[in-house]
């Protein structure tokens, strides 16, 4: 490691009544970085375990039978697989987008976002099993022109997800790079501290290298948002609307890729919440970018509902048997249950909650309405994919007959729960590997910060970034 000066504690500000400066954002950080509680191990234990009995119930049902003919019964875990795009995928364009913004309230949240990068190495295997569970593109409709279309579509979408998680851990690695160098500095001295240092020893922080830095986070970035919306529309193309015959609707991927950007918010107010609820970055997550971000939720909410609003009046008012056969499949008849809940919790919830100013101006608020999104956009993944695997006849002209819901068995909870655990303890051990607050972005914001007096009181003035 270069001899970096020793960092100085000159910079502080009123967070909620409470003093905050940058020598304290190393301390804390640092500090839960490296200790390893026994209410951490306790979490790991139970989520491996959890995740074990996913992968026993994935294995038995590769033995009740893997194959195209066997589809149907591969529903729930394709919807897995959904959720963990939508929500995981989604998540690191919280800290690209809000980066891209200059704002200040965001700079809790980027880290949180970004650590999501790792899950992707879940989703990517995950997505694996299905592509041999997607028939040929011949004699039914699909975005792909014909099969002489080199690789269609299973490898197009294979390097699709495999490029947004390559990307993603990219994005990721570069942003940490500034705070691995710290925390090999400041570190105790043991195996994660050295590796740190070795892996970062190249950064001195001058100002070649910061111009550098927001380059290439700025260029992952960009990136990294044109591959989720690729990605998102060829999944629900190539998933859910190609296996059902007559199925036409060009609203339905933007109306994925939408509920992807609402769920990203979801994840990260859950996430900061829980962060927060520790005690210990209760001053680096402040109120107020609960406040900022519940308004963006509020307008993503909003859009959930036009553009479903938007998908529905043109099958209703299109009257076809194919287009009413679908709506009845998707919402109204076989699975009313789950699109009841995707619309209650995507959109009600949220919107009636943050629609008030003294609930979005709250911790607690925000986040019920995270949490809403996160469970609602689950429903939405079983309510297409399920029915969509589901279909035997793929190659008809339309949708002739509804078919009837296929109710989860015992492996598909488990598998389920196995998806929800193993990506839990991906992030898990993410956390301590790279910091989960991002040093040098809170630092950043506080250069930005002054407090003020005027007449009687004290104020916290910012400034604006270039």
Not at 308 to 318: E, M, N, S
Not at 354 to 375: D, E, F, Q, Y
Request: glycine share 8%; aromatic share 14%; with cysteine.
């Amino acid at each position: 490691m270069p001899n970096l000066p020793p960092e100085q504690d000159k910079v502080q500000v009123s967070v909620e009544g409470r003093e905050l400066s940058s020598l304290m954002v190393t301390r804390e950080v640092s500090r839960d970085f490296f200790a390893i509680t026994p209410a951490y191990r306790r979490v790991l234990l139970i989520l491996g375990v959890v995740f074990l009995a996913g992968i026993i119930a994935i294995i038995l049902r590769f033995v009740d039978g893997f194959g195209v003919s066997e589809r149907a019964q591969w529903g729930y875990y394709s919807a897995m697989f959904a959720f963990l795009l939508i929500t995981a995928g989604s998540a690191p364009l919280v800290a690209v987008a809000f980066r891209l913004t200059k704002n200040h309230w965001r700079r809790p949240f980027s880290r949180i976002s970004e650590l999501y990068a790792v899950v992707g190495l879940l989703s990517l295997l995950w997505f694996l099993p299905l592509m041999a569970l997607l028939p040929p593109i011949e004699g039914r409709k699909t975005l792909w022109v014909s099969s002489n279309f080199v690789g269609a579509p299973l490898w197009w979408d294979l390097f699709a997800v495999m490029f947004l998680v390559i990307c993603g851990l990219g994005l990721l690695v570069l942003s940490a790079i500034p705070d691995a160098a710290l925390l090999a500095r400041t570190g105790d001295g043991g195996v994660r501290s050295r590796v740190l240092g070795a892996v970062a020893g190249f950064w001195r922080g001058t100002d070649a290298q910061w111009r550098w830095h927001r380059l290439g986070l700025t260029a992952l970035g960009a990136f990294y948002f044109m591959l989720l919306i690729m990605v998102q529309t060829l999944i629900n193309v190539d998933f859910v609307m190609s296996l059902v015959p007559g199925w036409k609707d060009s609203i339905m991927p933007a109306h994925q890729a939408l509920a992807g950007l609402q769920t990203a918010l979801g994840c990260v107010l859950v996430g900061a919440f829980i962060l927060r609820a520790t005690g210990r970055y209760r001053d680096l997550i402040p109120m107020e970018s609960f406040w900022a971000i519940s308004k963006i939720l509020l307008a993503l909410s909003l859009l959930w509902g036009y553009f479903w609003f938007a998908g529905l009046i043109t099958f209703w008012y299109g009257r076809t048997p194919v287009e009413q056969n679908v709506l009845r499949t998707f919402m109204f008849e076989s699975y009313r249950v789950p699109f009841l809940l995707n619309f209650f919790l995507s959109f009600l919830v949220p919107f009636v909650l943050l629609m008030w100013n003294p609930v979005r101006k709250s911790v607690i608020g925000p986040t019920i309405a995270g949490a809403s999104v996160i469970v609602g956009a689950f429903f939405m993944t079983v309510r297409l994919y399920v029915p969509a695997f589901g279909i035997e006849d793929i190659t008809s002209h339309g949708l002739a007959t509804v078919p009837l819901p296929i109710v989860p068995d015992v492996l598909d909870v488990f598998i389920i729960l196995g998806g929800l655990a193993g990506a839990g303890l991906i992030y898990m051990l993410a956390i301590k590997i790279i910091p989960i607050m991002s040093i040098w972005e809170i630092k950043e914001g506080l250069l930005y910060q002054r407090v003020r007096p005027l007449l009687r009181s004290r104020y916290l003035v910012l400034g604006k970034p270039d």
